[in-house]
C-alpha cells in the first residue's frame, strides 16, 4: 500500500522551478482526434456480438407500490428475451460519493418515472415496444408534489455566526427579498449507458460515470458482490455536470440481466427517461436579507432557503454554501428547509450550492446596492472579510478585489449610467456584475507515473469529462520529468488501475493532478541519485537529465523502467484554511421592451483560480461555465405536472439550455495569476464549476439594470420579465 501523501503545510512551488515549459501552456487535448473522428469509444458503442438490449419500464404513478407486472401481455412477443424485476433493480442512481448502493425501496414508487423494471429483447425496438406494453398494477398512494406543501417540510438548525436579528434590527438600511429558481438538470449530450459482460464471476462495466473508485464500490454492493470482481470502464465520456457521479439503473439493471440470461446487456436511456430518471438539480425558494450602514458597510447577512428531495435522500443543495464567506458581518444566519416530496430525486448538478444560491444573493447585494444608491461593483469591494467570517478560518489565496477591479475597468463600467437610462429602438440596454466563488477541494487521489526512458505513461482511473483531464496529466507528467508531451501518454477510466478523486466538484485537477505531480517527483529522485546530484539540482528538459555538473540523456539513467504511484489526500491546511476560487463577471444585455426577451450582447468572467495548468482547457471551462450563467438566467427550467409532479419539458426542445444563437460572440475570460499554496501541492484550485457560479447573476442584475424592474423568478423567461416590467410602471 502506497503511503498517502496528506496536505498538511504548503508545498515548495516546484512546477515554478522546472523547464519543460508545459504547465499552463494552452496545449490541445490528445483526445480530440478521436473525437472529433468517431473513434473515441462511448460507453454505448463497441457492442459485443451476442449482447442483448434493455429498456427500462418506469412507474406511471407518483407514490405506492408496485403490485404485480402483467410478464404474459409481452413474453411472446418475438424477440423478447426476459423480464426483469429483481429487487436489486436501483429506484434511484447513487449520490456522488457514496461508495455504497443508494436507496432501495424495493417495491415502493417514490416519483413518476422512476425505474421498476427492466425489459431485455434481441433489438431495442422490441425491448421499448415491450416495455411500454408491459402491464403494471399499483397500490397507489396519496402523492405530495409541491415543495409549497407545510407539512412536507422540516429545517435544519439555523448555522450562525453572531447575531443576525439584532444586527439587522439596528441598520439604516435593509433588504428583505425572496427568489425563487426553477428546477435544473444536467442535460449531457451522452445519454447514460451501459454495456455488462459476466466473465464467470466477474463484470465487466462499460458505463459512462464520473468517479469509477466509488462506483465500482456502489455497482459491487447494488449487486452484493466483491468490488474485486467488478471492473468499469469509462474512457471516454460525453458530459456529466454530476448526473453521473454516482452509479445508475441502468448499469445495475444491465449487470443483473447480463447474469440472468448469460449474454452481454446493453442499456441506454432515452433522452426522457435521463430528464426523469436521473438526478436534477432541485428547484429553490431563497429569502436574503442584508443590513447595512448608510455608507455601505454590511452588517447583517440572511440566506435561508427551500429545496426539495424524494423520500430516503440524504443530499440536500448547500444553497448558502458561498454566501457564509464572501461577505463580512457582524451578524450572519443561515437555515435550509428541506420538502420531502414526490419528483424525481435532486442530486448534484454542475456546482450544487453556488450556482443557484449566487442567482439570489449576488441578485440581493445588487439590491442593496440600489437601496444604498452605492456602485454594486464599490459596495462589493467595501465588504470583502480579511478572514471566513463564519469559521474564522483565513483565505488560502484570495482574488476577488482584483477580479472586480480589473473586471470593471476591462468592461467599461463607469459607462454603465442609470438604471433604464439606455434605449435603442425596442430594446432596453444594461450592465450588470456578480462576485464568483467556489469553494476549492482535494480529494483522496491515486496514480502511477512509469518512466520509460525517452517517454512516460501515467496510468489512473481518473475520468475526463470533457473537462481536458487527459491534457492536463500528461502536461503535469511531461512536466516533471523533461518530456516533450508527445512522450507523455495519459491512461485514464478503468478501475484496475489506481483510484484517483473521479470528476466531480471541480476537485478533478487538483487531486487527480497531484497525485501524478508527487509520482512524477518521487521518480525525480530515483533520477537524481542515478545522477549522483541532490533532486533541488536536478534539471530534466528534453529527455535530458542535469545536475551536479553531470548531463545524461534519461533514457541512459533508466533501466527498462522506473514505476512509481502516489495518493494524495487532504490535511491540516484543509481545516486552517478555506480555499476558493474567486472572479468577478461582468454582462451587457438587450431586454426587448415589448416581449421581454433578454439576449446577451457581451460577458466577461475575470477570475482567480490558482496556478492555471492550460490555458486552453481552463479557458473552455471558465467559458461552458458562463454558458451555463445564461441559461439559469435566461431559459433553463424543468416545468412539473403538479399533479403528478411528473417532468413535462424531457427533452431538449422543451429545456432549453443556450445554443450557439444564445451565446454573445463577445465572451471573454481573463485570468489572474495566482498560486493556492494550502490547497494542494500544485498550488491549483478548482476551475469547472467557478464559471458558472455568479454567472446567471450578472445577466439578472443587467436586466435590472437595463429595464429599471427586479425579476425574482429565475429564469427570467419573457413572460416573468414582462410582468415586472409591468409591476415597475416601466
Ligand atoms: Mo459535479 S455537479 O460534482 O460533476
Not at 353 to 372: K, P, Q, T, W
Request: charged share 20%.
Amino acid at each position: 500500500m502506497t503511503e498517502i501523501f496528506r496536505m498538511n503545510e504548503a508545498q515548495p512551488r516546484l512546477l515554478d522551478e522546472t523547464r519543460q515549459g508545459l504547465v499552463g501552456k494552452p496545449l490541445d487535448r490528445p483526445e480530440g482526434p478521436k473525437k472529433v473522428s468517431g473513434r473515441a469509444r462511448y460507453a454505448a458503442e463497441g457492442l459485443p456480438e451476442d449482447a442483448a438490449h434493455g429498456v427500462l419500464v418506469r412507474a406511471t404513478i407518483a407514490q405506492g407500490r408496485v403490485t404485480g407486472f402483467g410478464h404474459d401481455a409481452i413474453r411472446d412477443i418475438p424477440g423478447v428475451i426476459a423480464l426483469i424485476t429483481d429487487d436489486r433493480l436501483l429506484r434511484n442512481p447513487a449520490q456522488g460519493m457514496a461508495g455504497a448502493a443508494p436507496c432501495q425501496p424495493g417495491s415502493q414508487v417514490f416519483y413518476h418515472g422512476q425505474p421498476i423494471a427492466l425489459v431485455v429483447a434481441d433489438s431495442p425496438e422490441t425491448a421499448r415496444d415491450a416495455a411500454h406494453r408491459l402491464p403494471v398494477s399499483y397500490d397507489a398512494g396519496t402523492a405530495i408534489t409541491d415543495p409549497a406543501t407545510k407539512s412536507a417540510q422540516h429545517s435544519g438548525e439555523p448555522e450562525t455566526s453572531g447575531d443576525f436579528n439584532a444586527a439587522f434590527a439596528d441598520c439604516d438600511v435593509t433588504v428583505d427579498a425572496t427568489y425563487t429558481t426553477d428546477a435544473q438538470v444536467a442535460a449531457a449530450m451522452e445519454p447514460h449507458a451501459a454495456i455488462a459482460d459476466w466473465q464467470g464471476d466477474n463484470l465487466t462495466l462499460r458505463g459512462s460515470l464520473q468517479m469509477l473508485r466509488f462506483n465500482r464500490d456502489e455497482l459491487a454492493d447494488s449487486l452484493g458482490i466483491d468490488p474485486a470482481q467488478v471492473r468499469i470502464l469509462s474512457p471516454y465520456i460525453g458530459g456529466g455536470f454530476g448526473s453521473k457521479l454516482g452509479i445508475g439503473p441502468e448499469a445495475v439493471a444491465a449487470a443483473i440481466a447480463a447474469r440472468e440470461i448469460g449474454r452481454p446487456v446493453r442499456v441506454v436511456m432515452s433522452r426522457q427517461t435521463v430528464f426523469d430518471a436521473v438526478l436534477r438539480r432541485t428547484e429553490t425558494t431563497q429569502r436574503v436579507r442584508f443590513g447595512a450602514t448608510g455608507d455601505g458597510r454590511i452588517r447583517a447577512i440572511s440566506h435561508d432557503d427551500l429545496v426539495s428531495n424524494a423520500a430516503g435522500e440524504e443530499f440536500f443543495e448547500p444553497v448558502s454554501q458561498a454566501s457564509q464567506f464572501l461577505y463580512g458581518a457582524e451578524g450572519l444566519s443561515f437555515t435550509q428547509t428541506v420538502a420531502t416530496i414526490s419528483r424525481t430525486p435532486s442530486g448534484s448538478v454542475r456546482a450544487p450550492g453556488e450556482a443557484v444560491g449566487m442567482l439570489a444573493f449576488e441578485c440581493a447585494v445588487d439590491e442593496l446596492a440600489e437601496a444604498l444608491n452605492l456602485c454594486p461593483v464599490d459596495l462589493r469591494l467595501r465588504n470583502i472579510p480579511d478572514t471566513h467570517p463564519m469559521t474564522g478560518q483565513a483565505y488560502s489565496a484570495h482574488g476577488l478585489a482584483d477580479c472586480l477591479r480589473r473586471g470593471a475597468e476591462q468592461f467599461g463600467w463607469a459607462e454603465r449610467g442609470a438604471p433604464g437610462a439606455r434605449v435603442e429602438g425596442d430594446w432596453r440596454i444594461g450592465m450588470g456584475v456578480s462576485s464568483a466563488a467556489r469553494k476549492s477541494m482535494l480529494v483522496q487521489s491515486a496514480a502511477r507515473v512509469r518512466l520509460l526512458g525517452d517517454r512516460a505513461v501515467v496510468e489512473t482511473d481518473m475520468t475526463d469529462i470533457g473537462t481536458g483531464t487527459y491534457a492536463i496529466l500528461g502536461q503535469i507528467a511531461g512536466e516533471m520529468l523533461g518530456l516533450p508531451i508527445s512522450s507523455v501518454e495519459v491512461i485514464l477510466g478503468d478501475t484496475d488501475l489506481p483510484g484517483a478523486s473521479g470528476s466531480g466538484g471541480s476537485f478533478g485537477a487538483n487531486s487527480a493532478g497531484s497525485a501524478t505531480f508527487l509520482a512524477a517527483k518521487k521518480i525525480r529522485a530515483t533520477i537524481a541519485d542515478k545522477l549522483g546530484c541532490d533532486p533541488a539540482e536536478l534539471h530534466l528538459q528534453d529527455g535530458i537529465a542535469r545536475g551536479g555538473n553531470v548531463e545524461r540523456p534519461l533514457a541512459d539513467l533508466v533501466d527498462g523502467e522506473i514505476v512509481q504511484e502516489a495518493v494524495v489526500a487532504a490535511g491540516d491546511t484543509s481545516k486552517s484554511h478555506l480555499s476558493s476560487g474567486f472572479g468577478a463577471h461582468f454582462a451587457e444585455v438587450a431586454v426587448n421592451q415589448w416581449t421581454g426577451e433578454t439576449r446577451v450582447r457581451r460577458m466577461l468572467g475575470v477570475m482567480a483560480m490558482g496556478r492555471i495548468l492550460n490555458e486552453k482547457t481552463a479557458r473552455s471551462q471558465a467559458l461552458g461555465g458562463m454558458i451555463w450563467g445564461i441559461g439559469a438566467a435566461l431559459t433553463e427550467a424543468v416545468e412539473h405536472d403538479p399533479r403528478t409532479g411528473h417532468i413535462v419539458t424531457r427533452d431538449l426542445a422543451n429545456y432549453h439550455v443556450p445554443a450557439h444563437a444564445d451565446v454573445p460572440g463577445d465572451m471573454k475570460v481573463v485570468f489572474l495569476e495566482e498560486r493556492d499554496d494550502m490547497g494542494n501541492p500544485i498550488q491549483t484550485k478548482g476551475i469547472g464549476e467557478l464559471g458558472i457560479s455568479g454567472a446567471g447573476a450578472a445577466v439578472l442584475n443587467a436586466i435590472a439594470h437595463a429595464t429599471g424592474a427586479r425579476v425574482r423568478n429565475f429564469p427570467a423567461l419573457p413572460d416573468r420579465v414582462v410582468a415586472a416590467m409591468e409591476a415597475a410602471g416601466v
